[in-house]
């Protein structure tokens, strides 16, 4: 079992950049490759970015590559999502996620969930 809590949400202009936190707590960390995903009103969750482990392996939702940035910080028990370049159709609610075992883009093989953040960018 493993908890997950996001933080880090907000309301941006266009351009503006934010950085998302998930800290967790429970099994081990480095069992876990983590995710973010996001949900728009009225829309289906989606894939955002994915990281393995140990970090090296990455993953981005073409969307969002060249302008997203996942990472981890393992002493931590810490993932983290620097979002740059924000557009309004960047808008959602972004949920942490975690898998035992390599990574995944789809919503399916995530075990746990964080609570979700609000990010609202405007043009």
């Known amino acids: 079992q493993v908890q997950l809590v996001e933080s880090g949400g907000g309301l941006v202009q266009a351009g503006s950049s934010l950085r998302l936190s998930c800290a967790t707590s429970?099994?081990?960390?480095?069992?876990?490759?983590m995710a973010w995903f996001r949900q728009a009103p009225g829309k289906e969750r989606e894939f955002v970015a994915v990281?393995?482990?140990?970090?090296?392996?990455?993953d981005y939702a073409d969307s969002v590559k060249g302008r997203f940035t996942i990472s981890r910080d393992n002493a931590k028990n810490t993932v983290n999502l620097q979002m740059n370049s924000l557009k309004p159709e960047d808008t959602a609610v972004y949920y942490c996620a975690a898998r035992v075992g390599t990574i995944s883009a789809y919503t399916f093989g995530y075990d746990y969930w964080g609570q979700g953040t609000q990010v609202t960018v405007s043009s």
């Open positions: 990281i393995n482990w140990n970090g090296g392996i990455r």
């Open positions: 429970g099994r081990t960390f480095t069992d876990y490759s």
